[in-house]
């Protein structure tokens, strides 16, 4: 991978090198994702299509870095935390109460892994480095969204 690719694909999959935070990388991403949010106060139709477009492209860019480097979902790769923390507001309005519980919620269950969370881990490459945030996203989504509901 020439040197250029490779510093591209760091950029993106480090989450403009929000990764690279000395301590908790994946909170420091997701928070960035609730900034970004309240900054662009996206429609639901521009948060879907950001969800689809940073899974792909986190999928994409995360492989090449675990292939260049030989390393198995490495710690700065956080493209990964702000796609499931996308998809955690997928179905509920951007109010300051959702933010702040689908944070909680997405942080919480990326961190347990609880299952089927656990099993997104599993697969291989950039899939398997997007699918267990996606999982935790969605659980966090349909949370987020049954409370909503409730309350």
């Given at each position: 991978m020439?040197k250029?690719?490779y510093?591209l694909?760091?950029f993106?999959?480090s989450g403009?090198?929000?990764g690279?935070?000395?301590k908790?990388p994946?909170?420091?991403?997701s928070?960035?994702t609730l900034?970004?949010l309240?900054?662009?106060?996206p429609?639901?139709?521009v948060?879907?299509f950001g969800?689809?477009?940073?899974?792909?492209?986190g999928?994409w860019?995360s492989?090449?870095?675990e292939?260049?480097?030989c390393q198995?979902?490495?710690?700065?790769?956080v493209?990964?935390?702000?796609g499931g923390?996308?998809?955690?507001?997928?179905?509920v309005?951007?109010?300051w109460?959702?933010?702040?519980l689908?944070?909680?919620?997405?942080?919480?269950?990326?961190?347990?892994?609880?299952?089927?969370?656990k099993e997104?881990e599993k697969?291989?490459?950039?899939?398997?480095?997007?699918?267990?945030?996606y999982?935790?996203?969605?659980l966090?989504?349909?949370?987020?969204?049954?409370l909503n509901?409730?309350f």
């Open positions: 020439n250029l690719f510093h694909n760091l993106l999959a403009f090198y929000l690279f935070f000395p908790f994946g909170t420091v991403g928070f960035f900034l970004l309240l900054w662009l106060k429609t639901k139709f948060l879907v969800v689809i477009i940073v899974f792909f492209l999928t860019v492989s090449q870095i292939k260049h480097l198995k979902d490495p710690s700065f790769v493209i990964d935390e702000i923390q996308l998809l955690t507001f997928i179905f309005p951007l109010t109460t959702n933010l702040g689908g944070f909680l919620l997405f942080r919480l269950l990326d961190i347990f892994k609880p299952w089927p969370v997104g697969l291989a490459g950039g899939l398997g480095i997007m699918a267990d945030d999982l935790a996203g969605f966090a989504a349909l949370i987020l969204k049954a509901y409730l």
